[in-house]
């Protein structure tokens, strides 16, 4: 079964750090580009950090640039979410997406560019 299943949330306070993981299964993880995306109480989903497919590069949303670092392990099939210096703004379910685009075709923030999503994973942080 093709799918992505994210875990790793949980509470914590501000200032704290977790890591998100993401594991992906049934297609061949290594020649696809991802992304995490976030969704606060009662705000639409947000773009929050890009990799491709390699793990060369990557990209982040300004509001966590500097505190996210997004990676990826093509051998073990998963990507992560390292989340530093985190702040209740960032209390989320957050999300991972496959890039639909089999070459960088730009657009990383928007949905309409991603083909497969999986559960989210809920973050508070909170003292």
């Known amino acids: 079964e093709v799918q992505l299943q994210a875990s790793g949330g949980g509470l914590v306070q501000p200032g704290g750090s977790l890591r998100l993981s993401c594991a992906a299964s049934g297609f061949s993880f290594s020649n696809f580009d991802m992304s995490w995306f976030r969704q606060a109480p009662g705000r639409g989903r947000e773009w929050v950090s890009f990799i491709d497919n390699a793990g060369a590069n990557t990209l982040y949303a300004d509001s966590v640039n500097g505190r996210f670092t997004i990676s990826r392990d093509n051998a073990k099939n998963v990507l992560y979410l390292q989340m530093n210096s985190l702040k209740p703004d960032d209390t989320a379910v957050y999300s991972c997406?496959?890039?639909?685009?089999?070459?960088?075709?730009?657009?990383?923030?928007?949905?309409?560019?991603?083909?497969?999503w999986g559960q989210g994973t809920l973050v508070t942080v909170s003292s």
């Open positions: 997406a496959r890039y639909r685009h089999r070459h960088f075709a730009g657009q990383v923030a928007s949905l309409d560019q991603y083909n497969l």
